[in-house]
């Protein structure tokens, strides 16, 4: 039996410029950091006594005795790409899905981490990445960006860079006073509204026009956020200043970005005293963070009172197996693992070019 432990991401800026289309003519970066809420993925060999092959629990129970047969389009075709057979999964989550926090690309590397491990092998944090990219990107055509799949897979404060040749993962280092500092100035709320993050990106791609203009600008902030955060005599306040900033420019990307009503509980954060936030994901709903002073958080948390409070702690360490028990399987049809030809030459392409620091 395998269980393994993936962290849910929260975007800050850059969010839209790790599209592929965009990065790959003009470059693109995003900052963001995992936090203490995660996916667990329990994977085991389904004893051969019933008059099925396969169990999957998530938010339905499937039963199937053939892979083909599998409607979750990620576990469906992550078990033909590892050739995984006669399985039993079951997904467990601190946080609902479609909820603005790479939920869904979270499962999927912390599902090909049980598998590996369940096949007996270990595959480190940038393979999982790529792996994740190729499933939801390539075999489950979902629209999106490739952030989501590497904030989780490797974990931390980060300034991921994307261009033509792949991305490298950079930490950003900042005393730990300082990231504690940025931890409790930070506020979350759950909105209560869900969406597919898919479905959003296609929305506000219909919807959106030409967003260069407005993505280059956030891409510029990038730097400017990150330059806030190293920099210890600066004044740490701007952050959530520049939230505001990206959360405005991102309003004008798509006409799924936002609603009415996330307008009017933003505007409550703000009247109350908060200095910038935004809504996290693709947009639609899920959850709102706020940037707050400290003088000013029980005044932010009265406006928020018939939201959700999500309280959270920074994490570092990303997808990882936190519980390995071996059991010995042989197929019946003693079939060699190996990979869909088509993801060599994905990785080839684009993934096998990654530079992580």
């Known amino acids: 039996m395998i269980i393994t432990k993936t962290p849910f991401r929260m975007s800050f800026f850059g969010g839209g410029t790790d599209m592929k289309d965009f990065f790959t003519e003009h470059g693109g970066a995003v900052l963001s950091t995992t936090f203490?809420?995660?996916?667990?993925?329990?994977?085991?060999?389904?004893?051969?006594f019933f008059d099925y092959s396969t169990e999957l629990c998530y938010s339905r129970t499937e039963r199937v005795t053939s892979v083909d047969e599998i409607r979750?389009?990620?576990?469906?075709?992550?078990?033909?790409?590892?050739?995984?057979?006669?399985?039993?999964?079951?997904?467990?989550?601190?946080?609902?899905?479609?909820?603005?926090?790479?939920?869904?690309s979270s499962f999927a590397v912390g599902m090909l981490n049980a598998f590996y491990a369940l096949k007996g092998k270990y595959a480190d944090k940038k393979r999982l990445a790529d792996?994740?990219?190729?499933?939801?990107?390539?075999?489950?055509?979902?629209?999106?960006?490739?952030?989501?799949?590497?904030?989780?897979?490797?974990?931390?404060?980060?300034?991921?860079?994307?261009?033509?040749d792949g991305y490298e993962v950079r930490p950003v280092i900042i005393s730990p006073e300082r990231k504690r500092r940025l931890n409790d100035n930070l506020i979350m709320f759950f909105t209560g509204f869900t969406r597919f993050s898919s479905e959003m990106q296609e929305a506000n791609a219909k919807t959106g026009?030409?967003?260069?203009?407005?993505?280059?600008?956030?891409?510029?902030?990038?730097?400017q956020?990150?330059?806030?955060?190293t920099d210890s005599h600066g004044d740490l306040d701007d952050f959530g200043r520049l939230l505001d900033y990206t959360w405005k420019l991102k309003r004008q990307t798509g006409s799924a970005v936002t609603t009415k009503d996330i307008d009017?509980?933003?505007?409550?954060?703000?009247?109350?005293?908060?200095?910038?936030?935004?809504l996290l994901g693709a947009g639609g709903g899920g959850f709102l963070i706020?940037?707050?002073?400290?003088?000013?958080?029980?005044?932010?948390?009265?406006?928020?009172?018939?939201?959700?409070?999500?309280?959270?702690?920074?994490?570092?360490?990303?997808?990882?197996?936190?519980?390995?028990?071996?059991?010995?399987?042989?197929?019946v049809d003693n079939m060699d693992c190996r990979f869909d030809d088509g993801l060599n030459r994905y990785q080839n392409s684009y993934i096998g070019k990654v530079r992580s620091y």
């Open 209 to 223: 026009g030409d967003r260069t203009p407005q993505l280059k600008e956030m891409l510029a902030l990038v730097d």
């Open 72 to 104: 979750h389009p990620a576990i469906r075709n992550a078990m033909k790409m590892l050739d995984m057979h006669e399985i039993r999964l079951t997904y467990e989550s601190d946080l609902p899905a479609r909820s603005g926090l790479g939920t869904s």
């Open 36 to 48: 203490d809420k995660y996916c667990y993925v329990n994977v085991r060999h389904l004893p051969r």
């Open 290 to 331: 706020f940037y707050v002073q400290p003088e000013h958080r029980a005044d932010v948390a009265e406006a928020m009172k018939g939201l959700l409070h999500v309280p959270f702690e920074f994490e570092d360490d990303g997808t990882k197996v936190i519980y390995y028990s071996p059991e010995s399987y042989a197929p």
């Open 131 to 164: 792996e994740a990219i190729y499933l939801e990107r390539t075999l489950c055509n979902e629209m999106g960006g490739w952030q989501d799949q590497i904030a989780s897979s490797f974990g931390g404060l980060n300034r991921i860079n994307f261009n033509a």
């Open 225 to 229: 956020a990150e330059n806030v955060l």
């Open 264 to 278: 009017a509980l933003y505007a409550k954060g703000i009247k109350a005293g908060a200095l910038g936030g935004k």
